[in-house]
Nanobody, 117 residues
Framework: VQLQASGGGLVQAGGSLRLSCAAS????????MGWFRQAPGKEREFVASIYWNSGSTLYADSVKGRFTISRDYAKNTVYLQMNNLKPEDTAVYYC???????????WGQGTQVTVSS
C-alpha cells in the first residue's frame, strides 16, 4: 500500500485546510485509515481515524469539533478537514493505514501544516 499525503500549507489562526491521502497499490476492504502529526521536539500523536468500510471515526480530544475525517471510495482517498486552526496545530501531518486497530504499518510521507498567530 502506498500513501500520498498532500494539502498542507501556511494558514492564519482561525483558518482552514483540507489534507488528502491517496492510497494506491494493494488495498484492504477492512483497513483503518488514520492521521497523525508531529510537531518539532514532540512525539508523533494520533489525530483521527476512520474505518474504511463502516465510516466509524475517532478523534483526539484536542481536535474534536474542529477536524473532520472522511473517505471517498471512488478516489481511494481519505481527507482531513481542519477548521478553526490554532498555532498549536502546527506540525507535519502523516496519513497511515492499519489492518488491525492501533497497528499502523503503512505510512505516507507527511505534509507540513503551519498556523500563524
Amino acid at each position: 500500500v502506498q500513501l500520498q499525503a498532500s494539502g498542507g500549507g501556511l494558514v492564519q489562526a482561525g483558518g482552514s485546510l483540507r489534507l488528502s491521502c491517496a492510497a494506491s497499490g494493494r488495498t484492504f476492504s477492512n483497513v483503518i485509515m488514520g492521521w497523525f502529526r508531529q510537531a518539532p521536539g514532540k512525539e508523533r500523536e494520533f489525530v483521527a481515524s476512520i474505518y474504511w468500510n463502516s465510516g466509524s471515526t475517532l478523534y483526539a480530544d484536542s481536535v474534536k469539533g474542529r477536524f473532520t475525517i472522511s473517505r471517498d471510495y471512488a478516489k481511494n482517498t481519505v481527507y482531513l478537514q481542519m477548521n478553526n486552526l490554532k498555532p498549536e496545530d502546527t506540525a507535519v501531518y502523516y496519513c497511515a493505514a492499519a489492518i488491525l486497530p492501533g497497528s499502523y504499518v503503512y505510512w505516507g510521507q507527511g505534509t507540513q501544516v503551519t498556523v500563524s498567530s
